[in-house]
T-cell receptor
Framework: AQSVTQLDSHVSVSEGTPVLLRCNYS??????LFWYVQHPNKGLQLLLK??????LVKGINGFEAEFKKSETSFHLTKPSVHMSDAAEYFC???????????FGTGTLLAVQP | DGGITQSPKYLFRKEGQNVTLSCEQN?????MYWYRQDPGQGLRLIYY???????QKGDIAEGYSVSREKKESFPLTVTSAQKNPTAFYLC?????????????FGPGTRLTVT
């Protein structure tokens, strides 16, 4: 069975500093992995996706993630965060032929001025 | 503009009443999904449909029903049998049910049942 674990429920950083949001996955075969962002009371927006092409994936708003098979990780990073990045971030793995998304429990990112 | 619309944004109902949440997409996507979001639990799949006139139960389908009579529309009914209906409900769609296609989400409906 496929699963995803987000290692931090809350992360707080200062504006202009880098951020790392951690995600580990479990999959019996080569997975497709996504990061979504959700601002308060809004729907989810796709930040980036990995589908077995380049292991370093660049997304929108300066975010990127690196797929590391040996570590079963897909951590999300940004070199310099803005106040507008404050939101909840979900790591997601796709499970099987139904395109069923399996969500992590989310990481709430707070950005301090 | 292409996208997914959900209405209403906020919905209030009395316990024991059925309520239907709307989801419409103009992306020409074949597959549509309903999720429920509760604090600290991520999103959980309620129902999904990969093609018109066909749908399958997700992980938490009890107390919910859906229909897919048109490609663009996938309404969700929260019945009185759902024991804990207060939640944020998100609709999504994807090009097809294939494994590599990301899902696009609507803005959500927050349902409060008292």
């Amino acid at each position: 069975a496929q699963s995803v674990t987000q290692l931090d429920s809350h992360v707080s950083v200062s504006e202009g500093t880098p951020v790392l949001l951690r995600c580990n996955y479990s999959s019996s075969y080569s997975p497709s992995l996504f990061w979504y962002v959700q601002h308060p009371n809004k729907g989810l927006q796709l930040l980036l996706k990995y589908t077995s092409a380049a292991t370093l994936v660049k997304g929108i708003n300066g975010f990127e993630a690196e797929f590391k098979k040996s570590e079963t990780s897909f951590h999300l990073t940004k070199p310099s965060v803005h106040m507008s990045d404050a939101a909840e971030y979900f790591c997601v793995v796709i499970g099987g032929a139904t395109n069923k998304l399996i969500f992590g429990t989310g990481t709430l990112l707070a950005v301090q001025p | 503009d292409g996208g997914i619309t959900q209405s209403p944004k906020y919905l209030f109902r009395k316990e024991g009443q059925n309520v239907t949440l709307s989801c419409e997409q103009n992306l020409n996507h074949d597959a549509m999904y309903w999720y429920r979001q509760d604090p600290g639990q991520g999103l959980r799949l309620i129902y999904y449909s990969q093609i018109v006139n066909d749908f399958q139960k997700g992980d938490i389908a009890e107390g919910y029903s859906v229909s897919r009579e048109k490609k663009e529309s996938f309404p969700l009914t929260v019945t009185s049998a759902q024991k804990n209906p207060t939640a944020f409900y998100l609709c999504a769609s994807s090009i097809s049910g294939g494994e590599h296609y990301e899902q696009y989400f609507g803005p959500g409906t927050r349902l409060t049942v008292t």
